[in-house]
């Protein structure tokens, strides 16, 4: 059955999710005689995380799982920027309200062509004492990823102030677009 053009976002969304149900297979596989284990079914649906390069920077300690969880969405470009927005068909002005440049919000417009976010990433680096050209996301995220670990508290804290940025980027941006917080903060690719 077809995702409905006239339903809304909720009723879109319930439709695209019926594929999850296609990928989990057999139910059955998850249940032990008649006892359903919804936490194996669960943990196996989840994403694994890969190693990749960007491990160490979302798993640094002592990161609250909300921003965890935006940084993790970030990292895969899943955050839901209003040029996504649009083609999830719904209406929402696509041009980013942080700064004034008059361009598309996408994700690499938000991190970091865009004049607020950068100036803000910007700012920060001067203030902890590292001068360097800012450049795209997945250089940001390379470039974070090869320095921080839990060891070096000097890069420790440098990882919390990208994860506060990446997470203040957001709560700006779902302001800035009047999205309710939390609802759209992305989703599958
Ligand atoms: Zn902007």
Redesign the pocket.
């Known amino acids: 059955m077809e995702t409905p053009k006239q339903a809304t976002w909720l009723v879109r969304k319930i439709f695209h999710a019926r594929h999850w149900f296609d990928d989990l297979g057999d139910p059955n596989k998850f249940s032990k005689g008649e006892n359903f284990n919804i936490k194996h079914a669960y943990t196996s649906f989840r994403p694994q995380l890969p190693k990749v390069q960007w491990r160490a920077l979302v798993l640094l300690k002592d990161v609250i799982p909300r921003k965890q969880f935006i940084l993790w969405m970030a990292v895969q470009n899943m955050l839901a920027t209003t040029d996504r927005l649009v083609t999830w068909i719904i209406q929402v002005d696509p041009l ?4 004034s ?1 008059g ?1 598309i ?1 996408t994700h690499k ?2 991190f970091y ?5 950068r100036s803000i990433w910007h700012f920060l680096l001067n203030w902890i004492g590292i001068r360097k050209q800012i450049g795209e996301w997945a250089d940001e995220v390379r470039w974070m990823a090869k320095r921080v670990n839990n060891k070096n508290p000097k890069w420790a804290i440098l990882g919390f102030v990208f994860i506060a940025v990446v997470y203040h980027v957001k709560e700006m941006q779902e302001a800035s677009n009047n999205i309710e917080e939390g609802t759209l903060r992305g989703q599958e690719k």
Do not use: M
């Open positions: 980013c309200k942080l700064c440049i361009d919000e417009h938000l062509e865009c004049t607020y976010s």
